[in-house]
């Protein structure tokens, strides 16, 4: 063997893992591409920046930092703040320490941390679920460096759905591993933060059935949820504003789709307030139902739930939520693009599924961000329509296995 060979394969130990130096020297510089990856496109000033979080940062200056959190949103034009208030948290944190830092940095740099907290929480989760495979784990973190949706979501869009998505992951790795209890506190801070962390609920819901989850710990969400609005409390909110920022949210929006390629493209646009309404019901209602009659089948089969199972079934109830569920936005769908990079590495005659959500999302964000040639969103649904399709006969197919071994 060579010297150089010798070199690279002598293995380093760093936390609980034995990591060659050829792999070391490999995420490094992953990690390293991989921020300025996302530090070039820190100058792009999305709508939803200047709109929004330009304005909440020039907001909480002019409040001084923590007097900001006092302020009743949508009263004045002291606060246009409209998210939950542990994202307010992050403002006021970003006020102290940002200097000479322009604003538009200091937004873009939290979404980008988490990120990377996204990418080693999906290593570790590849890791596990193929038997401390270093090589596929690895490859998954070397995707999530450039995934194209997560790089724009966070340094061009400014948006922070890698936060709550980060979470999420690592309640889903908790889960694999049976630690039921911080697998629930980590959902509670994914539903604190944003509350499409309900995308992942259908997928405990169902686990629970299988009998791989303890539901008693479920009492974390509104503890944490409740106890995360205590700063707000104590700067001046009431506890019924802020315990009502979710149901605010929810009727903000009455188009039936915001540029997700959902069943609702389908639909016309220039249907009227009040029939709109009705269908939003309608649609959700329909989600509920068609979501328990997937609980209800797996449920009723019999078979040993895998690792690769449960990566699976989350790409699917949370395509499911998305393509079903009226007004989602193009973002929505981040958790299952995220878990399609898990569910592509770890069986890879599926990692087409997730190159195709990546290119039907690409061709949403860039409607929104930098204008696009497709016009009209059906075909887009279609497709996803189909992926779905695919990713529920893959589901099905592992539940006819007659041994699934445990991971």
Not at 304 to 314: A, K
Not at 340 to 350: D, E, L, Q, T
Request: one cysteine or more; charged letters at 15%.
């Amino acid at each position: 063997m060579r010297f150089i060979d010798d070199f690279f394969t002598t293995e380093v130990k760093i936390y609980k893992y034995k990591v060659p130096i050829f792999d070391m020297l490999f995420f490094t510089i992953l990690t390293c591409l991989g921020l300025y990856f996302r530090m070039s496109l820190f100058t792009i000033r999305s709508g939803d920046y200047v709109k929004a979080f330009a304005d909440w940062m020039r907001e909480c200056h002019q409040a001084g930092g923590f007097a900001y959190l006092g302020i009743k949103p949508g009263v004045s034009e002291a606060s246009t703040f409209d998210y939950n208030c542990l994202y307010q948290y992050v403002i006021v944190i970003l006020h102290y320490i940002g200097g000479s830092i322009p604003d538009i940095y200091l937004v873009k740099s939290v979404p980008v941390i988490f990120d990377y907290v996204c990418a080693i929480t999906v290593f570790r989760i590849v890791y596990h679920v193929t038997d401390k495979n270093l090589t596929k784990a690895m490859m998954s973190y070397a995707v999530m460096m450039f995934l194209p949706t997560v790089v724009l979501n966070s340094a061009a869009w400014a948006q922070n759905d890698s936060i709550y998505t980060a979470f999420v992951l690592l309640s889903l790795l908790h889960i694999l591993k049976g630690n039921d209890n911080r697998a629930f506190v980590y959902l509670a801070f994914a539903y604190s933060f944003k509350q499409q962390a309900i995308f992942f609920f259908p997928f405990v819901f169902i686990i629970w059935l299988k009998n791989k989850v303890k539901i008693r710990y479920v009492f974390w969400i509104p503890v944490i949820h409740v106890l995360a609005m205590i700063p707000a409390v104590i700067a001046g909110r009431s506890w019924g504003d802020l315990l009502g920022t979710y149901g605010r949210q929810v009727q903000m929006f009455s188009r039936l789709t915001m540029n997700y390629p959902s069943i609702y493209t389908i639909i016309t646009g220039d249907l009227n307030t009040a029939v709109r309404k009705v269908l939003i019901s309608a649609g959700t209602m329909a989600t509920a139902m068609i979501i328990g009659i997937i609980s209800y089948y797996i449920y009723k089969k019999k078979f040993d739930v895998s690792g690769r199972f449960m990566i699976t079934l989350v790409v699917f109830t949370a395509e499911i939520c998305c393509f079903c569920l009226p007004a989602m936005h193009e973002r929505y769908g981040y958790i299952p693009e995220v878990v399609a990079v898990i569910y592509g590495i770890v069986n890879v005659k599926r990692l087409p599924i997730c190159v195709a959500l990546q290119v039907i999302t690409m061709i949403t964000y860039t409607r929104y961000l930098f204008g696009s040639t497709v016009l009209t969103l059906w075909p887009l649904s279609i497709a996803m329509l189909v992926l779905i399709m695919i990713v529920g006969y893959d589901l099905y197919l592992q539940m006819r296995e007659p041994e699934v071994t445990s991971a």
